[in-house]
């Protein structure tokens, strides 16, 4: 029996016990070490590299001298996966060694599924060619992937640089192959990482989350305002713009590829990775959005019968979406629905697996558009409402998104209002989340009546004294203070008449839009088994304000559930899961869109709903 | 029971007896004129179009002002699928409306297919959008032919164009579609033909033929000089010059580009047709001239192991190929076997349909490279030979290809040698089936001797005195005039000692090769059941000639026979019918590569066969 030898690992300070001769990556397992090892330890990648700190291990092989610089092995550089241990070793794993194991950083509808991406990384050691091996530069490679591709197909750019590839790395090469299609050959010692970008194209925000595509783990993100918004708060604005101006469509275009390439940008920058290595993106977003970003006329969206150019999934090159990316790579459009039920919609009923549920659900997603979307157990509705940008901050006076320093949430503390904020920053102004609790509470507590007005008289003579000294102005001037100077570090933020007038627009068309899509499958609301709410508020919103103002039906609280960006989660799933985007492709095709403003009723139920309950 | 009215075609003069009230179009039909209707009579496509010349036909429908000039619509301009039959009429069918009956132009081997093409051109009416029929635009084309694309794929720049093509076009449009990705939507009015291209790009000549994808009719033909000929004769030259000079392959490239655009547009010319026409081109050639259109290193194909960078199919697009065609449209290249064994015997062998005999059967192409296919019955074996390009007229002293004015022919006539030329013109140097008659008949009279040495000494003098007379010079540089003064209008056209060498090492390498094949696989020369002689050099080649030469083992002349540029006919096979293409894929995948280099009997049969019989 061989002798046991003990290793530690730093900085973690695991350690095993494990028979002389093992393997550092092995030890590395038996200690709970998670080391990168995307070459299986192949000796290909170079990726484990460690650092031995005391201790011996065997000797240096040809595939480390390849890998590390003489300097680098004089120092104690070498690979997990090629040196043994010989005796008592102490072993340094540098971070970029270590597979990260936090808890993915992205969207909570992100769900367990298969690592199954259409884009792979394979690493190859293949035989040098012979008289009594004559296979094509393209074969050999392809041979030994044949089992899942029986015809790899490749574009010229990678053809052309490939001889040279495969003899300048002594064979041995990193595969970054696209269903069947070969994307890229590195030499494996010069291959870094295989990621992909998933982008949610928001009319106000654009969020972008980077994916490591070996490991399904979401490795960064980034969030901007979407810098159409000097254009146009919202879709209708920017197609008058790009219908009016001679180049409006391409500028609209190209401001927006600005701020989504800067967020791929910045989102790689805090992991060190290069542009080159990003081999997909995926894109959800609106129809107007996506038809933006494609460059695709967005003009027929705002006239009767609002028609679209394309609702079909889309796949076009980095170079043609003008995607600062891997020139090879694929970008893939999310299918659309209807004119104002875009990928964005799709990527929530992806995320929220809708359609694979027993029971009724109801999905809310609330951007600077409404889209609605109700599963009655057999047919797919959705729908969409001009609910206005209130949600998304915009239009209410002292209005932002879900940033540091909003006021995401409104309580009653000691007969007086409280706030919190965002990141406990000092307030700044008010989100949608905060706009919807501080209007709950202010109904509860009378400050507001039910037909939205401040309270006048007598009602407002019955008010706390500490709430009552928050309101100021008259009639259509009036406000209640929110944040004083201390809780703002000088100024106020306040919540005005006309804010208020804006919410009941926003959550009269949503609610309206929810109540016609109920009757249309005739079901009542306590049929519903979950309510879900999307949307960038929908990270903060407070199910009871919903549940109080009437943005939602009278349900139980406990089945209203806040899902944050789940249009961004479905982009993912489709990048990391070729299973669920044949989903996506699969909803987006039996969706049935309601066409409301058809309906005379639309308009009746939206005046009743304008008011509070 | 309707009136009958008489109908006579221009300026065919056929005529039929029809009923009152029927379509001009369906009278065609039964007076037997093919007239051309590509949208099949919707209306659509104003192909029709044809003047009544006298009598009355129906009113004039709104498909009519459409498609027609009010100016020639009262010069009897008319839809011949709109308009009525009132009573006798007399109408002229003009070029454009007539579908061209002749026999293809094109390469013999082109068997009768199913048409069925890759590219393929839907004439539509599509509904206008309603808020009772919100499609996309996309979602309106492609449920018009979703019975066989159920999933229809667009690029960017044809879903661009869409929205504006449709609304301009009253929904009446014009589709290309290449398998289940939209080509190209015009609208229908402004719609002309749907063409293909397929080339044959020879070391030495570069052939295009011009196919309509409607019909499956070879429309227009051209071919030239391969313009890398001023960087070297044979494919190792132009490989040394690829490697040598920096810009090398680069400029072989832009050449071959050249050419081939270049005769695109002589052979559309001929047809009045244009660029935009041409929706998929299909491409054969051998190993290295697909390397080099495709912009490929080809360095490695000229050292052992002589391995090319890929064999397999590849698609690439009009842009990337840098063709003269519609931009959206596909270039396919076959795929090659080997080093160098090209497209260009892919298109041999589905041309010639081997693989699907029961009998053992031997190809031959004869281009400056010799390829040889031996189907065993069971087996598919391939091999090269560097022939040298004598059979393609190239370093034979006045060789030429086989063009206007090249000796074809060669016999005996009155005891003298006689010549034809092709087309007839005075002769102005010898082709390769004029240099293999030439040297059969030399053999034959004496002339010459199984060593391939002019006759001296008592052989040459029991010469018919006509003969001997043409006999000049001494030693190696004896020479026999074919052609005298008078044959050429000035000059004399001979066949030197050096020139029958030359034959001599290109039919012993051809010919050594045949041997090793058939060894291989333990068959006789009287196993085989056919012979193909293909090549430019097929179209003229009398198997006789090549028998007794010995460039073909000993075999009854009947299973001998020229099949001229089988390539070129697999390439247009490919372009129009898919299975065809299929099958060039399937037969490439099933060849045996055999590197006869290896064998050291090749050398020993090679010596053995530089004699003649």
Redesign the interface.
């Known amino acids: 029996m061989p002798k046991l030898v003990n290793i530690t690992f730093q900085p973690g300070g695991q350690s095993a016990q494990v028979p002389h001769g093992t393997l550092i990556s092995e030890a590395a397992q038996t200690a709970g070490v998670n080391l990168a090892t995307p070459c299986g330890g192949k000796g290909l990648c170079g990726r484990c590299q460690v650092i031995i700190k005391s201790g011996q291990v065997g000797e240096i092989t040809d595939s480390e001298r390849r890998h590390i610089s003489p300097e680098q092995l004089a120092q104690g550089a070498r690979l997990a996966c090629q040196a043994p241990v010989a005796n008592e070793v102490v072993v340094e794993v540098p971070l970029i060694a270590q597979v990260v194991a936090e808890k993915a950083l992205g969207p909570e509808m992100v769900r367990a599924v298969d690592l199954e991406p259409f884009v792979r990384r394979d690493w190859l050691e293949v035989p040098e060619?012979?008289?009594s091996?004559?296979?094509?530069?393209?074969?050999r490679i392809?041979d030994a992937v044949a089992d899942r591709c029986p015809?790899?197909?490749?574009?010229?750019a990678v053809?052309?640089e490939?001889?040279?590839t495969l003899r300048a790395s002594d064979y041995q090469v990193a595969m970054t192959t696209r269903g069947c299609e070969l994307v890229s050959v590195q030499p494996a010692a010069a291959a870094r990482q295989c990621l992909g970008a998933a982008v949610d194209i928001g009319t106000s925000t654009v969020a972008v989350y980077i994916i490591d595509l070996e490991t399904g783990q979401q490795l960064a993100s980034a969030a901007a305002g979407n810098s159409q918004v000097q254009y146009g708060l919202d879709v209708i604005s920017r197609i008058d713009y790009a219908n009016i101006y001679n180049e409006g469509q391409a500028q609209l275009r190209s401001v927006v590829l600005e701020t989504i390439n800067a967020l791929i940008g910045e989102a790689l920058e805090q992991i060190g990775a290069d542009q080159r290595e990003v081999f997909e993106v995926t894109v959800v977003g609106n129809t107007c959005m996506h038809h933006l970003f494609?460059?695709?006329?967005p003009?027929?969206l705002a006239q009767?019968?609002?028609?679209?150019?394309?609702?079909?999934p889309?796949?076009?090159s980095a170079a043609?979406a003008r995607l600062d990316i891997h020139p090879q790579a694929n970008v893939f459009c999310l299918p659309?629905i209807?004119?104002f039920v875009g990928a964005d919609t799709v990527g929530v009923i992806t995320a929220s697996e809708m359609t694979r549920r027993q029971r009724p659900a109801l999905a809310v997603d609330i951007g600077t558009n409404g889209e609605i979307v109700l599963w009655s157990g057999e047919r797919l509705l959705v729908a969409s409402c001009a609910a206005g940008p209130a949600f998304e901050g915009a239009q209410i006076q002292q209005g932002m998104r879900g940033a540091p320093g909003a006021i995401d949430h409104v309580y009653v503390s000691n007969g007086d209002l409280a706030i919190t904020t965002i990141d406990n920053q000092p307030a700044v102004g008010i989100c949608g989340s905060g706009l919807l609790d501080a209007v709950a509470v202010l109904l509860d507590l009378g400050v507001v009546d039910n037909s939205g007005r401040f309270a006048d008289g007598e009602a407002s003579s019955a008010l706390p004294k500490a709430v009552a000294d928050r309101v100021q102005g008259k009639g259509n001037q009036q406000r209640i203070i929110l944040a004083n100077d201390e809780q703002t570090g000088g100024g106020l933020v306040a919540l005005t008449q006309r804010d208020i007038r804006e919410l009941q627009l926003a959550k009269g068309a949503i609610r309206a839009t929810i109540d016609m899509l109920l009757g249309y499958v005739d079901l009542e609301p306590k049929d519903l088994d979950e309510v879900l709410i999307a949307g960038a508020f929908g990270n903060y919103i407070q199910p009871a304000s919903a549940l109080r103002v009437g943005l939602l039906p009278q349900l139980p609280l406990k089945k209203v559930k806040g899902v944050g960006n789940a249009a961004g989660a479905g982009a993912i799933l489709a990048l990391i899961c070729q299973a669920e985007r044949v989903y996506a492709c699969q909803v987006a095709k039996s969706a049935e869109?309601i066409?409301l403003f058809?309906e005379s009723e639309f308009q009746n139920i939206f005046a009743e709903q304008m008011l509070f309950p």
């Open positions: 060619p012979s008289l091996d004559q296979r094509s530069d393209v074969r392809a015809q790899l197909t490749a574009g010229l053809l052309r490939l001889p040279a494609l460059g695709l006329d003009q027929h009767s019968p609002y028609v679209p150019v394309t609702t079909e889309v796949n076009l043609e659309c209807a004119g869109h066409e058809r």
